[in-house]
């Protein structure tokens, strides 16, 4: 096995390093700033990253949005504007 670096590769993940550290960093704000402002601890901002993340596949082309059920449970979620 050849041990040698392939610095094709470099770039590449330097890009997936910077934007990896960038979310870190935006998550590591934010639990500051609300502990900042309220003097409390949430990590409640973990449920709403995963719900934002559910949305975003659900929109996405990979998440095939344009299903009946899917467009369904969007209509019906507590809350919504009817």
Known sequence: MNVAANWNLFP?????GITLGGIYALAAIGLVLI???SGVLN????AVSMF???VA???SPAGRWATS???S???RWPGAPH
Do not use: D, L, N
């Not at 590449?12 to 997936?16: H, L, P, R």
């Not at 990590?43 to 973990?46: D, I, L, N, T, V």
């Open 35 to 37: 502990y900042r402002v």
């Open 12 to 16: 590449g993940y330097t890009v997936i």
């Open 43 to 46: 990590f409640a901002q973990g």
């Open 73 to 75: 449970r969007f209509a």
């Open 57 to 59: 596949y659900q929109v």
């Open 69 to 71: 059920s899917s467009a």
């Open 52 to 54: 934002s993340a559910f």
